[in-house]
T-cell receptor, first 114, second 111 residues
Framework: EPEVTQTPSHQVTQMGQEVILRCVPISNHLYFYWYRQILGQKVEFLVSFYNNEISEKSEIFDDQFSVERPDGSNFTLKIRSTKLEDSAMYFC????????????FGNGTRLTVT | DAKTTQPTSMDCAEGRAANLPCNHSTISGNEYVYWYRQIHSQGPQYIIHGLKNNETNEMASLIITEDRKSSTLILPHATLRDTAVYYCIVRDTGANSKLTFGKGITLSVRP
């Protein structure tokens, strides 16, 4: 069964550094998402992306964050200058189309900012 | 904000059916009910979704009341691997169709 893959599984970085989290969505999917989950808290929506542009973003997704689909297969989340509070699990998801089509999630990247 | 209410936790015996309730009294006509689960800190796993008819797949059954104000996810024969947090989510199926997660219900399957 096709799945969403994320790399790396764990990323450790120092405060102020830039990080790029990578995702390969399911191949025929058109909608892409990033979520995060701080330890012990809810899964929170960050951004949705379709047709090479952001469809919707949350208040969390400020100017420090950006997303990109650099080629036909990868979907990336960049954090320009990481803060301690960015430490979390980051989940990528994709769906075949908007509306009813369910989101399928990857197993996440654990980001630790020291 | 999550539009659903779920108990905090429940448990069931291995091999028995697990019935997970969810209230969504403010659901509107174009909103579907979705269920996901999260095992440990893995990514949320899609289980099932429905609008108003009952649905069944290889993982579970979804029973939605006639007024659509509540639903029940049924795992027919729970195993230890079904221990997880289960999320009931009401989703607008418009263009901006993100999922909004609540706290979910922690299901513990005991041997």
């Amino acid at each position: 069964e096709p799945e969403v893959t994320q790399t790396p599984s764990h990323q450790v970085t120092q405060m102020g550094q830039e990080v790029i989290l990578r995702c390969v969505p399911i191949s025929n999917h058109l909608y892409f998402y990033w979520y995060r989950q701080i330890l012990g808290q809810k899964v929170e929506f960050l951004v949705s992306f379709y047709n090479n542009e952001i469809s919707e973003k949350s208040e969390i997704f400020d100017d420090q964050f950006s997303v990109e689909r650099p080629d036909g297969s990868n979907f990336t989340l960049k954090i320009r200058s990481t803060k301690l509070e960015d430490s979390a699990m980051y989940f990528c998801a994709s769906s075949e189309w908007a509306g009813v089509s369910p989101l399928h999630f990857g197993n996440g990247t654990r980001l630790t900012v020291t | 904000d999550a539009k659903t209410t779920q108990p905090t936790s429940m448990d069931c015996a291995e091999g028995r059916a697990a019935n997970l309730p969810c209230n969504h009294s403010t659901i509107s006509g174009n909103e579907y009910v979705y269920w996901y689960r999260q095992i440990h800190s893995q990514g949320p796993q899609y289980i099932i979704h429905g609008l108003k008819n009952n649905e069944t797949n290889e993982m579970a059954s979804l029973i939605i009341t006639e007024d659509r104000k509540s639903s029940t996810l049924i795992l027919p024969h729970a195993t230890l691997r079904d221990t997880a947090v289960y999320y009931c989510i009401v989703r607008d199926t418009g263009a901006n169709s993100k999922l909004t997660f609540g706290k979910g219900i922690t299901l513990s399957v005991r041997p």
